[in-house]
């Protein structure tokens, strides 16, 4: 049985349009690119002797960056953590079918996805202060993490949930697993799957995300960068400004890539364990036994 076709297979000269456009994109990215290293070479930003103090552990800047980026692994790690599983859990209980669970429950996914992440880390920080509740910049700003994209989280658990074919949920249920079981043991598994790669986009988010700690003066990776220029100018003039802020971004940059490379590794692994669970559990017919070939009914 061949798969159905979903669109037009390009022809010759679809194809050809295709290369022109790539090739001219292609150009358009190098000539960006050549533009902008031109005018970076004309105001000397690269100067070798600029980008050293990146390097050089006489000038702090090695130190200060990695003690940052810590502090930026810190928030963004348990974020990450925390803000799945609360995901997942609030996804279970909005497609459950007592009325008392589900409807509380969409309230508070429909209230944080609704107020801007800022918005929350401030009231965490300078609003619960006037209530007698004083959270370090630390915790307002991983809570504030954690409440918006647990919600965010939650919609992305639940559409890959309600993406399991129905009849998996029904034949679970003919086999006389729990409604728990079946969520644990069919649904989850196959959700988290289909929605990895969603999943992992979110989580990128919420990592640079905590760059919003700089609101509140928590040293994460732009605040630290900030702190840096504001040290270095009043010596230097903006010397090493672009410098150190072109570092901060390339850092979050690694740390990006690092996550979506690894959660490739990890649908990779996925995938070839589902299929090598396919193959053993095919029954393999006994060496011993004839092909019955049934005849015409009588």
Do not use: C, H
């Amino acid at each position: 049985m061949t798969a159905p076709v979903l669109f037009d297979l390009p022809g010759p000269r679809a194809r050809a349009r295709i290369r022109i456009g790539t090739i001219v994109g292609a150009l358009l990215i190098l000539a960006l690119i050549a533009f902008v290293l031109i005018r970076l070479k004309g105001n000397d930003q690269l100067d070798p002797q600029r980008w050293s103090v990146l390097f050089d552990p006489a000038s702090g800047v090695p130190q200060a960056l990695g003690k940052a980026l810590v502090a930026t692994l810190k928030v963004a790690a348990l974020g990450m953590v925390l803000a799945t599983a609360l995901g997942m859990l609030l996804a279970v209980g909005r497609l459950s079918d007592r009325r008392w669970i589900s409807v509380p429950i969409t309230t508070v996914i429909e209230f944080f996805r609704a107020i801007p992440l800022l918005v929350v880390i401030f009231t965490l920080y300078f609003v619960l202060p006037g209530f007698g509740v004083r959270l370090s910049a630390y915790t307002a700003l991983t809570g504030g993490l954690v409440l918006y994209n647990m919600a965010v989280l939650a919609e992305i658990f639940r559409a890959g949930i309600l993406s399991v074919d129905r009849g998996q949920r029904e034949a679970a249920f003919g086999l006389g697993l729990r409604k728990s079981q079946v969520m644990t043991l069919i649904l989850l598994p196959q959700a988290v799957r289909r929605m990895l790669p969603v999943l992992v986009a979110q989580l990128v988010v919420l990592l640079k995300d905590s760059s919003l700690g700089f609101i509140i003066g928590y040293f994460e990776l732009l605040r630290q960068a900030r702190s840096l220029v504001e040290f270095f100018t009043p010596r230097f003039g903006n010397q090493y400004t672009f410098q150190l802020y072109v570092a901060a971004a390339l850092i979050y940059i690694i740390i990006n890539v690092a996550i979506s490379q690894l959660a490739r590794y990890v649908e990779r692994r996925t995938n070839r364990s589902r299929k090598v669970g396919t193959v053993a559990a095919v029954p393999m017919p006994d060496e011993g036994m004839a092909a019955v070939t049934p005849g015409p009914s009588v």
